[in-house]
């Protein structure tokens, strides 16, 4: 039967008034020619059969086809056709072997087809049938509740049953449909939820699974389903797995030590988490739990002012042995594994608190290391330590992996200030490394700076706090932190000082700014270069004073052999020098190595400890400062929100 229709929901209520000459068991919607076809037959029907077609929606009344009933089973239509005692059933039309008056003539409405169980009377045991045994009349079919197909653990977050009334007994709305209930629980934005149909589920972590009801007065309702064994056999007290659903430790503070609320406490925050409405989420004491499907283990604080926090000090059961078995190919872009923690041991960061970090938030799942930006250092998460805002995780390079590198393009309109710097905007160009390192478009662009001055302040090798904060010529400093630059060979391992100042630093005559590189730029060989230092002078005099003294820049590769290939000369350095007498001596590492071009003065290395003090045919080694830019546009912009220590 075709019937014109306006819609599916239009279809559906044509199908459901049954007329004396037409039963209705199914119907499809053509979406395309808006029509409804009305079906007098469903899948167990003989010669029926179904097929997918694009534009066509088919639906079957379910008392005709589930196995399950509700309440005493009245509008069961299936086809069991035994009994509990697996005897077979009489059919209706039959007087043998035993005679009766259920005539499916005269009760036409009560579907007595065949031989199935059916409840004509609406009897308190279910339905039942006439026997085909002589010594037994009629017996109960043995039909299981729905409610009791599939029990629920906990509170019902995984149940997935074909319950489908409330317990009052009303008819659950479909969870996609919004009549006569709108509701945001759609199941294409909760694909994990199992929101099939119109079955009870707990989408939300509710007490117990629920539904939208038909009724328009009544918005929605609790479901009736059987509890099942709440013990968690996958409970685990030192580490979680997964989402820490199952943790049941006894961490009670937050990350940034903030003691947590007691869970049966309303004080300073009310909630609706008490034990004794989620008596299997081990609601214990004032312990990190995850009652309500987050993504890791969390708790109120007894901060009046801070409601939750999320426990990320709690390690991961996946990462134990992490350390030495995980690592990453190219820069870790594709990197996919569990690790959550720094390499200084502390714990990542939620990625959805940095939700505006401007990180793409494709593939950042939890707290777990990731390199979004395709940082060249490889991996790094956000850190839980207030102080340290960002940070590279403990993660080792993959075995026989190139190492590709890929140059960053950052663009930000934030100050950056150092000593003897003005505020400048910063820029980093995508630059192929052949490029000149101030090779900028015109005199208007933006420019980089980082400061240097005529003082002896400088990025030493080997940074002592105390010295620092002795040496600073501006006593306007009032904060500052230490980042670890960690390079590929453990011989070459330097530390790297941010420095934030309240406002910039005058400029003078013997305080100026220069020039940042372009990230990925490179200086032709045999170009001299200015190293300045207040280093080592073999007794030729003006100690004290700031020196320089030119040096030819050397070819990684020409570098490495020079020095026999005992250092690794890899891409994060580059070599200047080789000449008797002039060069890096003591006293002189974390001077700047300064290239000039055309008009521009560049800082291009900041020299590190080598082997013996400007000896010939050595040439002295310097961090690449262009092989970092990426990393010190990434401090500068995450450490100038407002989060330096």
């Not at 087809?113 to 609406?122: L, V």
């Not at 300073?268 to 990190?288: A, I």
């Not at 350390?323 to 502390?346: M, P, V």
């Not at 956000?382 to 102080?387: A, G, L, R, V, Y």
């Amino acid at each position: 039967m075709v019937k014109n229709s306006r819609s599916l929901e239009h279809c559906a209520r044509k199908c459901s008034k049954n007329k004396k000459t037409f039963t209705c068991r199914a119907f499809y919607f053509d979406h395309q020619n808006r029509k409804c076809h009305l079906l007098p037959f469903d899948r167990f029907m003989d010669s029926a059969h179904r097929e997918h077609r694009v534009n066509f929606d088919l639906y079957e009344k379910k008392d005709y086809v589930r196995e399950c009933i509700i309440g005493s089973g009245v509008n069961y239509k299936g086809r069991r056709a035994v009994t509990k005692a697996k005897i077979p059933c009489q059919s209706w039309t039959e007087s043998f072997p035993h005679e009766h008056t259920f005539q499916p003539a005269r009760l036409g409405k009560k579907d007595l087809n065949g031989n199935f169980c059916r409840n004509p009377k609406n009897e308190s045991s279910g339905p039942w049938c006439f026997t085909t045994d002589p010594e037994v009349r009629h017996q109960e079919c043995g039909l299981p509740q729905c409610s009791q197909v599939e029990c629920m653990r906990c509170n019902g977050e995984d149940y997935k049953g074909p319950m489908d009334h409330t317990e009052s007994g009303k008819e659950c709305q479909r969870w996609d449909s919004s009549k006569p209930h709108r509701h945001p629980y759609q199941p294409k934005k909760y694909p994990d939820k199992g929101l099939n149909d119109n079955y009870c589920r707990n989408p939300d972590n509710r007490l117990r699974p629920w539904c939208y009801t038909m009724d328009p007065q009544t918005p929605w309702e609790y479901c009736n389903i059987n509890p099942g064994n709440d013990s968690d056999v996958d409970a685990t007290s030192s580490c979680f797995r997964e989402q820490g659903q199952s943790y049941h430790g006894t961490v009670s503070v937050t990350p940034s030590g903030v003691t947590c609320q007691r869970w049966d406490s309303q004080f300073p925050h009310n909630h609706t988490y008490s034990p004794q409405n989620y008596k299997c989420k081990d609601l214990r004491e004032n312990y990190c739990r995850n009652p309500d499907g987050a993504e890791i283990p969390w708790c109120f604080t007894t901060d009046p002012n801070q409601r939750l926090a999320f426990c990320t000090h709690i390690p991961r059961c996946e990462t134990e042995n992490i350390d030495t078995e995980d690592c990453y190919g190219d820069n870790g872009g594709n990197y996919t594994g569990n690790l959550s923690k720094t390499r200084s041991g502390i714990p990542c960061g939620l990625w959805a608190n940095h939700s505006n970090s401007g990180e793409s938030s494709v593939g950042l799942e939890r707290n777990l290391c990731r390199n979004p930006d395709q940082d060249k250092h490889g991996p790094w998460c956000h850190t839980t330590d207030p102080s340290i805002p960002w940070d590279y995780c403990k993660l080792k390079r993959c075995k026989n992996t190139k190492h590709l590198y890929r140059w960053a393009s950052f663009t930000s309109t934030r100050p950056w200030t150092t000593p003897g710097s003005a505020s400048h905007t910063w820029s980093v160009a995508r630059r192929d490394p052949t490029w000149p390192c101030s090779n900028w478009p015109s005199k208007n662009s933006i420019h980089s700076f980082s400061g240097t001055v005529s003082q002896p302040f400088y990025l030493p090798g080997k940074i002592n706090v105390k010295n620092i904060l002795n040496q600073s010529i501006n006593p306007s400093i009032n904060s500052f932190s230490i980042m670890h630059c960690r390079h590929s060979n453990h011989l070459f391992i330097h530390s790297c000082v941010y420095v934030s100042m309240p406002r910039p630093a005058p400029l003078s005559e013997h305080a100026f700014t220069i020039q940042l590189p372009v990230a990925g730029c490179g200086v032709t060989d045999g170009t001299n270069c200015l190293m300045y230092g207040w280093g080592e002078t073999k007794g030729t005099g003006y100690e004290g004073a700031l020196k320089a003294v030119s040096l030819p820049m050397v070819s990684n590769d020409w570098c490495s052999e020079l020095h026999n290939k005992t250092l690794p000369v890899t891409d994060s350095k580059v070599c200047a020098g080789g000449r008797k007498d002039q060069g890096v001596c003591e006293r002189d590492y974390g001077g700047p190595l300064v290239c000039q071009e055309r008009e521009s003065k560049v800082i291009v290395g900041v020299s590190i400890h080598g082997r013996g003090c400007a000896l010939a045919r050595r040439p002295a080694i310097f961090v690449n400062v262009a092989y970092y830019s990426g990393w010190i546009h990434k401090v500068f912009i995450h450490y100038s929100r407002g989060k330096t220590p």
